[in-house]
């Protein structure tokens, strides 16, 4: 995949500020710290594109970055960081459902989970959510670098067990460290985005 221009465009808490030119939608999906905005800055070759940290809850709102005029990567503030409170807690559930749910250019969901731990209760629920939406998603297990060769099977297998992942979804091993998966990534995301 080349990517001839990646802009950032809006950084959005509601729906009124989402783009209204219809280009198909991807999103990231995960616990903060994953690794979303990294992902985003990896497949499109960009340092900082996506604003990262090393501290969780680096990303708060929508943001919206157009890849080749063609369609949108959409970061996405985490989940299941324990030390937020209730109301903000809330405030996130009604952002990301007034976003996932019935955004009409919204072709999938990139669910991100860490290889090297067994996904959360929070993992769940997301993939279930998004089962539930019959919104198609494409599990990413990112951080495959902190793993050794011969164990990247074995943590794959936790990962497909643990969150019940249905038949005819993909899970691709990634980094954003070493670009380890980015192939497959893009072919699993064009294929939504061309559908
Ligand atoms: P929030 O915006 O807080 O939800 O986090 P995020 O999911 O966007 O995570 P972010 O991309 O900011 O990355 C968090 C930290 O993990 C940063 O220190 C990254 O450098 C590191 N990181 C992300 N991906 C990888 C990876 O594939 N390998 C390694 N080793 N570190 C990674
Ligand atoms: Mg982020």
Redesign the pocket.
């Known amino acids: 995949m080349k990517v001839n221009t990646a802009e950032f465009i809006i950084s959005a808490v509601a729906s009124a500020q989402y783009p209204q030119d219809a280009l198909p939608e991807i999103a990231l999906a995960?616990r903060?710290?994953?690794?979303?905005?990294?992902f985003i800055n990896r497949m499109l070759n960009r340092k900082n594109i996506a604003r990262?940290?090393?501290r969780?809850?680096?990303?708060q709102t929508l943001n919206f970055f157009k890849i080749n005029e063609q369609f949108y990567f959409v970061d996405v503030?985490?989940y299941g960081f324990a030390r937020v409170s209730k109301t903000e807690k809330e405030k996130w559930g009604k952002m990301i459902e007034e976003y996932f749910v019935g955004r009409d250019p919204l072709r999938a969901v990139v669910q991100l989970v860490d290889l090297r731990h067994p996904p959360t209760a929070d993992d769940k629920a997301m993939y279930e959510f998004l089962k539930f939406y019959h919104i198609p998603v494409v599990i990413v297990a990112?951080?495959a670098?902190?793993i050794s060769k011969g164990q990247l099977q074995k943590h794959q297998k936790i990962v497909k067990e643990t969150l019940g992942l249905q038949s005819g979804d993909s899970i691709v091993l990634?980094?954003?460290?070493t670009g380890q998966g980015k192939d497959e990534a893009w072919k699993q995301l064009l294929a939504q985005i061309k559908r």
């Open positions: 995960g903060s710290n994953v690794g979303k905005s990294s990262t940290s090393s969780p809850g680096k990303t503030p985490g990112t951080k670098d902190k990634f980094s954003s460290e």
